[in-house]
Nanobody, 128 residues
Framework: VQLQASGGGSVQFGGSLRLSCAAVGREFRYYGSGWFRQAPGKEREFVAGLTWGGPATYYTASVKGRFTISRDDNKKIVYLQMNNLKPEDTAVYYC??????????????????????WGQGTLVTVSS
């Protein structure tokens, strides 16, 4: 399976973008999917995640209430709706898929090593 991310672009402060991550290839059997981002000079950080078998979602604190992660079960696409964007949201955004649940008690994988398949990045730039 390959993950193809799209939807990045340049917006002004307060604007919106919707990122998409489509799974292409063999049968898709993953536990969960997530979005990460990496700003210049910073480590890759978790943004949002969901499970494919249920309604669970999880967000990092800085995007809660502004970003919404969702999925299309039939098309095997994961979306990240980003509203009220801020300059600090500027980063390359990556989608990823995890084959299994975290070994911890958490429902949603939040560490990069917990994800097994990654898409290419899509750049989001927010100007003030």
């Amino acid at each position: 399976v390959q993950l193809q991310a799209s939807g990045g672009g340049s917006v002004q402060f307060g604007g919106s973008l919707r990122l998409s991550c489509a799974a292409v290839g063999r049968e898709f059997r993953y536990y969960g999917s997530g979005w990460f981002r990496q700003a210049p000079g910073k480590e890759r950080e978790f943004v949002a995640g969901l499970t494919w078998g249920g309604p669970a979602t999880y967000y990092t604190a800085s995007v809660k209430g502004r970003f919404t992660i969702s999925r299309d079960d039939n098309k095997k696409i994961v979306y990240l709706q980003m509203n009220n964007l801020k300059p600090e949201d500027t980063a390359v955004y990556y989608c990823a898929a995890a084959r299994r649940a975290p070994e911890s008690l958490a429902t949603i994988p939040t560490f990069p090593y917990e994800y097994h398949t990654w898409g290419q990045g899509t750049l989001v730039t927010v100007s003030s």
